[in-house]
């Protein structure tokens, strides 16, 4: 469904992606993790052509992405459901207007029918009450709903999610992955999901993989990526500040060395009972 092949990025100056190479299989949910700024929006953005590769493939339904004219472009993306990292909506549109945009688009649907999907599918995401609300009268995770509601309108046979549950409060997370399983389960649909948020990696996900410096560095099931004996990947999971995916030294702010204090007390004792002296004069 998905085949990126050697895929390499420049972008000011710095070389983002280094040779990527990615398949996605119909029908599956593939997590994409990795460090901020390491090139996961920037994958995404090749699969829905916003973003042209320097060199190598993005083959997605069989199409190579950059070889198509502006027609076959839209086309393309109308078959592809996008939730962008902020959201991404039109500030002047209300939100079922929002919602309905890449259906109005297409103008093949009487307006009747496009309202009736619109709220169709802010109700999946629980917002079909607030539709006539613009984005700057709701709350940050209500955007970012109403922006999952607006990649689903159009039916399409691929999702990608670019961090869904960012800035969601719990329940509300749990509710996108139960969404995400449901699509994949009952409807079968192809999905590319970007997260910062591992329980809900382990969700939702067929397979995981994790992007550093430009490439794949492990990718596999779920669960074999879990045991991963990749010190990287167990750093990711983990959350561990030293390892493979830091750069050296760059996590710390370099104390001045403690003076040794009077009368031998340990130094952070010292310090306390100054300050305290200190607030009663
Ligand atoms: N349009 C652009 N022009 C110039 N540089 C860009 C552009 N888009 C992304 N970049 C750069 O490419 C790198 C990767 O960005 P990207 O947004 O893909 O990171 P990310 O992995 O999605 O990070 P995060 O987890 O913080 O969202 C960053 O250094 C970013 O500054
Ligand atoms: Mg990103």
Not at 263 to 269: C, H, N, Q, V
């Amino acid at each position: 469904m998905i085949e990126i092949e050697d895929l390499h990025k420049t972008l000011s100056g710095r070389k983002v992606l280094d040779g990527l190479c990615l398949r996605v299989d119909e029908g599956e949910t593939l997590v994409i993790l990795g460090r901020s700024g390491t090139g996961k929006s920037v994958t995404l953005r090749h699969l829905v052509g916003l973003l042209r590769p320097d060199r190598g493939s993005v083959r997605v339904f069989g199409r190579e992405v950059s070889a198509l004219n502006d027609r076959e472009l839209r086309e393309h993306r109308r078959q592809i459901g996008y939730l962008f990292q902020d959201g991404a909506l039109l500030n002047w549109l209300d939100l079922a207007e929002n919602v309905a945009l890449p259906l109005l688009e297409t103008g093949d649907q009487s307006r009747a029918e496009i309202e009736a999907r619109a709220i169709e599918v802010l109700s999946l995401v629980e917002l079909e009450e607030h539709r006539k609300k613009f984005p700057s009268q709701i709350s940050g995770g209500m955007r970012k709903r109403a922006g999952l509601a607006r990649a689903l309108v159009s039916r399409p046979q691929i999702v990608l999610y670019d961090e869904p549950t960012s800035g969601l409060d719990p329940i509300s997370s749990s509710q996108i992955n139960r969404l995400i399983n449901d699509l994949r389960q009952r409807r079968g649909i192809t999905q590319v999901v970007v997260t910062h948020d591992m329980g809900s990696a382990f969700d939702i996900a067929d397979r995981i993989a994790l992007l550093h410096e430009g490439k794949i560095r492990a990718i596999g099931p779920a669960e074999e990526i879990r045991r991963s004996p990749d010190r990287a990947v167990q750093q990711f999971l983990r959350g561990e500040i030293d390892g493979p995916l830091s750069a050296e030294g760059r996590h710390r702010i370099d104390d001045p060395p403690t003076p040794p204090a009077p009368g031998g007390a340990p130094p952070r004792e010292a310090a306390t009972a100054e300050a305290k002296g200190s607030e009663e004069k």
